[in-house]
């Protein structure tokens, strides 16, 4: 099997435990990659939908037994806590199976960068909303989710690819659109207050990855909605991966190259 050799990889805002997970893309991801860092940036168990009904099938188990494997393996496996799994955030500086528990930390890739990782639910006071949630309607949102779950069940059957309905219909919301340029704004502050070349969070489902005033904002996105994540190659580049859509030209990248065959010597009369 082809795999990924990366420095890192950034995942964030898996919501485990819920119906919404793409656990199926996200195991085949960890599955077909391999790395020196695995920063799991909150939201990866989601612990709110317990009080309303707990979703959890083998796939589910799969993805947790697969990240502790990293862990065994030798990968070093950091989980910094949000604001759907916070009371492991009582746990900071504990480790269980191999995999850390931080509040947040610094990484520093290859190239000499220093990037901030937090979950980014920390920034919802500064943009004057609990969550994005709230400009759209939490409500509105859930049946998004519905309508998205419902939407992929028939590309699949008629042979199609995952598509985000849910995503699509969020970039045409004024207010949404608007909430992610505060969000942004806000976690380039923070990266600035704290002297870093720039941070990385998840927590509001919306990859990116961009530069302003020499700093740098990177969000990996989720695995409800994009089943994305952010990964830093060997030579130090950060890039998106949008598994769901790019998979197979990024198993293409990772497969060797065919061995030139030197042609046959014809001896000579």
Same mark, same amino acid.
């Given at each position: 099997?082809?795999?990924?050799?990366?420095?890192?990889?950034? +995942?964030?805002?898996?919501?485990?435990?819920?119906?919404?997970?793409?656990?199926?893309?996200?195991?085949?991801?960890?599955?077909?990659?391999?790395?020196? =860092?695995?920063?799991?940036?909150?939201? +990866? %168990?989601?612990?709110?939908?317990?009080?309303? @009904?707990? =979703?959890?099938?083998?796939?589910?188990?799969?993805?947790?037994?697969?990240?502790?494997?990293?862990?065994?393996?030798?990968?070093? %496996?950091?989980?910094?806590?949000?604001?759907?799994?916070?009371?492991?955030?009582?746990?900071?500086?504990?480790?269980?199976?191999? +995999?850390?528990?931080?509040?947040?930390?610094?990484?520093?890739?290859?190239?000499?960068?220093?990037?901030?990782?937090?979950?980014?639910?920390?920034?919802?006071?500064?943009?004057?909303?609990?969550?994005?949630?709230?400009? %759209?309607?939490?409500?509105?949102?859930?049946?998004?989710?519905?309508?998205?779950?419902? =939407?992929?069940?028939?590309?699949?059957?008629?042979?199609?690819?995952?598509?985000?309905?849910?995503?699509?219909?969020?970039?045409?919301?004024?207010?949404?659109?608007?909430?992610?340029?505060?969000?942004?704004?806000?976690?380039?502050?923070?990266?600035?207050?704290?002297?870093?070349? @720039?941070?990385?969070?998840?927590?509001?489902?919306?990859?990116?990855?961009?530069?302003?005033?020499?700093?740098?904002?990177?969000?990996?996105?989720?695995? %409800?909605?994009?089943?994305?994540?952010?990964?830093?190659?060997?030579?130090?580049?950060?890039?998106? +991966?949008?598994?769901?859509?790019?998979?197979?030209?990024?198993?293409?990248?990772?497969?060797?190259?065919?061995?030139?065959?030197?042609?046959?010597?014809?001896?000579?009369?």
């Amino acid at each position: 099997m082809s795999r990924l050799q990366l420095r890192a990889i950034f +995942i964030s805002d898996v919501h485990l435990g819920t119906r919404d997970a793409q656990a199926e893309h996200l195991l085949d991801f960890l599955r077909h990659t391999d790395s020196d =860092y695995l920063y799991l940036l909150g939201d +990866i %168990v989601d612990f709110w939908k317990a009080k309303s @009904g707990w =979703y959890w099938p083998q796939l589910h188990t799969e993805v947790a037994q697969a990240i502790m494997e990293k862990a065994r393996r030798g990968t070093r %496996v950091i989980y910094v806590p949000g604001n759907h799994d916070e009371w492991l955030r009582d746990y900071a500086g504990a480790a269980f199976n191999g +995999i850390e528990v931080r509040l947040g930390l610094v990484h520093e890739t290859a190239t000499g960068q220093r990037l901030l990782l937090l979950h980014g639910d920390e920034f919802d006071s500064a943009v004057r909303c609990n969550r994005l949630l709230s400009h %759209v309607g939490s409500g509105f949102y859930d049946v998004l989710l519905f309508l998205n779950r419902a =939407y992929n069940r028939l590309r699949r059957r008629l042979g199609f690819p995952y598509w985000s309905l849910s995503s699509w219909v969020k970039g045409r919301v004024k207010n949404a659109v608007e909430y992610v340029q505060r969000f942004e704004q806000a976690a380039l502050h923070e990266a600035a207050r704290h002297h870093v070349d @720039g941070l990385v969070c998840g927590h509001i489902h919306q990859p990116a990855l961009l530069h302003a005033g020499g700093l740098c904002y990177a969000n990996p996105g989720d695995w %409800v909605e994009h089943c994305s994540a952010l990964v830093e190659n060997s030579a130090g580049e950060l890039q998106l +991966i949008r598994w769901a859509e790019e998979s197979l030209h990024w198993m293409n990248e990772a497969a060797p190259a065919p061995v030139a065959q030197t042609p046959a010597t014809v001896p000579a009369d």
